[in-house]
């Protein structure tokens, strides 16, 4: 069962900014949030992980409120190339618990 | 990030053969690997984790004795399709996670894997 909630699809336009929100309610302490993108035949691409609050690279930011149910993946100024399908994942990987895909948010970018 | 690396890509095969696919972690030491299944259009499903040294979990539904999954060692998983038949064919996903200071997991390429 996943432990997470996204929605199914977004559209945007290029040059905006997009916010996907993942509800993750039954998040354990020791979980970090992390988000991949996924290209159609390719594996996941790590984006962006976190814990708590907020975090930034160069790519994205993720928002994440104090209670941890929830977080926000923040792309500014989308192109064309950033159509892809987001997965919002919640554990710790490197402990050897199973890593659970929900199903994800297709990302539609449009001209 | 860190290179996880899949081979092979792409494989054919014809019914009631195995293939082997392996998952190399090339510039960290993997002590947890994942494999995962995809269908078109939809998400990855989790069939096993596999702690090296350690026999796989795998999960409700995925029989065992047809996905065998080996980690001998830090750095290489395999999952061996026994017995395929085209029901088998997929996009197959292996990921890893473990030391060198990484909390996330990154994942291989992927190898899609048709049966004739």
């Known amino acids: 069962l996943a432990k997470t909630t996204q929605p199914i699809s977004m559209d945007s336009y290029e040059g905006q900014e997009v916010n996907i929100t993942c509800s993750h309610n039954?998040?354990?302490?020791?979980?970090?949030i992390t988000w991949y993108q996924q290209f159609p035949s390719q594996g996941p691409r790590f984006i962006i992980q976190g814990y708590k609050t907020k975090v930034t690279n160069e790519v994205a930011s993720l928002f994440i409120p104090a209670d941890r149910k929830s977080s926000t993946l923040s792309l500014p100024r989308v192109s064309l190339s950033d159509t892809a399908v987001y997965y919002c994942?919640?554990?710790?990987?490197?402990?050897?618990?199973?890593?659970?895909f929900g199903p994800g948010t297709r990302l539609s970018v449009l001209p | 990030g860190a290179v996880v690396s899949q081979h092979p890509s792409r494989v054919i095969c014809k019914s009631g053969t195995s293939v082997k696919i392996e998952c190399r972690s090339l510039?960290?030491?993997?002590?947890?690997m994942f494999w995962y299944r995809q269908f078109p259009k939809k998400s990855l499903m989790l069939m096993a984790t596999s702690n090296e040294g350690s026999k796989a979990t795998y999960e409700q539904g995925v029989e065992k004795d047809k996905f065998l999954i080996n980690h001998a060692s830090l750095t290489l998983s395999t999952l061996t399709v026994t017995s395929a038949h085209p029901e088998d064919s997929s996009f197959y996903i292996c990921s890893a996670a473990g030391t060198g200071g990484y909390t996330e997991a990154f994942f291989g390429q992927g190898t899609r894997l048709t049966v004739v």
């Open positions: 039954n998040i354990a302490t020791n979980d970090y």
């Open positions: 994942l919640v554990g710790d990987p490197a402990k050897g618990q199973n890593f659970v």
């Open positions: 510039d960290f030491q993997a002590t947890t």
